[in-house]
Structure formats: structure tokens, C-alpha cells
């Protein structure tokens, strides 16, 4: 897992300035208190953030529903940073080729 890619993109997606420097575990944890401050303070901000991020709220809802003993605040973490790893193996899979000015390979055409 590209740890550094996946803070990088939580970051932008979620107005965050976290350092690029630390563990998944680190970074998570820092997940977890913020999402759990959000079900606490400013929820509408929490639902918007889901679906910027694009969540699926079904799957959400029926991992919540079948883990009550389970905080929350992870089980909704987990979600995001599952999420933004599909977002990162799309891109990897199927992002745009830099453009090779040697070949031309890569470069829009006209």
C-alpha cells in the first residue's frame, strides 16, 4: 500500500493537512478522531465529506448495521480509506501516460 499516495489524496479530499511522513496506524487513528468529532459536532459536514468522497452509503449502512459493538467513527474511517484506495488502483490502472516528446507517445492528438 502507498501509504504517502493515500494521505495525499485524503488530504484533498478531505481539507486536511496531515504529514506525509506517518504510518498508515498513524494516520488512520488521526481518521478515526476526526470522523468521530464530525458524528459528534457537525454531521451535515461528515454526510457532505461521504459523498464528495464517494462512499457507497448501502455498504456504509450495512457495515454499521452489522458491527454495533464496533465504534462507528471506524467503521466510517475504514470506508474512506477503503474507498480511496480504489480511487488510487484506478488511476494507477488506467491513468493517462506522461507524454513522451521523443515519440510523441502519450500526447493528445488533434
Known amino acids: ?44 459536514r461528515l454526510l457532505s465529506i461521504l459523498y464528495r468522497v464517494d462512499v457507497d452509503e448501502a455498504k456504509l449502512r450495512a457495515l454499521l448495521q452489522s458491527n454495533p459493538e464496533r465504534p462507528a467513527a471506524e467503521t466510517i474511517a475504514d470506508s474512506i480509506i477503503e474507498r480511496q484506495l480504489q480511487k488510487l488502483q484506478s488511476r494507477k490502472q488506467f491513468g493517462k501516460k506522461p507524454a513522451d516528446p521523443e515519440t510523441d507517445e502519450g500526447a493528445e492528438r488533434w
Open 1 to 44: 500500500m502507498d501509504t504517502q499516495a493515500l494521505i495525499t489524496i485524503l488530504n484533498k479530499e478531505l481539507d486536511t493537512s496531515w504529514p506525509g511522513t506517518q504510518s498508515f496506524e498513524a494516520m488512520r487513528e488521526q481518521l478515526v478522531a476526526q470522523i468521530d468529532y464530525l458524528i459528534n459536532k457537525d454531521f451535515q
